[in-house]
């Protein structure tokens, strides 16, 4: 189930919003221009899909939404818990950054947490299964799937240069840890 909590970014441990209904999640990241939205796929796929087969099923909807802003294509990134280079691909993402350009990602399966820092307030976006988000560039974030990283996710980008993360320095993603 997706979840959203929100706290001050003073206070880790008193959340002032925390909500599964995705129309609370939506409205709730819509005024920091993050996009939200839950998506009822038909597709159904191995838990081994081949990136080219998972890219395939879901093109009438990758077709869409690049049109729809402006994006020049997609590609699929998939972590298994046993991969060996979890825990480094996962600490890669833990301190807070920004890109030059939307981060846009699709569940396919799975879940991790997208947590935004904006206007002294720290944002926990866990997203699941089917769950669409896209992070305006320039937003201040960090991305964690947990310890034993679990998920397969649609990636769309008009230039993967833009998704170098550009590190902010701030110690913040230590103090608030995933909910």
Known sequence: MSRLTVYRDTNPSVPVLRTEEPDEIAAALRPLGVRFERWESPVTLADDAASE???AAYKPYLDELMGAG???SADVI?????N???PAMRQKFLSEHIHTEDEIRFFVKGSGSF???VNDHVYDTYCTQ???ISVPAGTKHWFD???KPSFTALRVFQDTTGWTPHYT???ISERFPVA
Do not use: C, K, R
Request: hydrophobic share 45%; net charge negative.
């Open 145 to 147: 799937a947990g310890a």
């Open 115 to 117: 947590v935004m820092h």
């Open 70 to 72: 402006g994006a020049g």
């Open 78 to 82: 998939s972590l298994a818990p046993d």
């Open 169 to 171: 320095g701030d110690a």
């Open 130 to 132: 089917g769950d669409l």
């Open 84 to 86: 060996p280079a979890g």
């Open 53 to 55: 087969t998972v890219l």
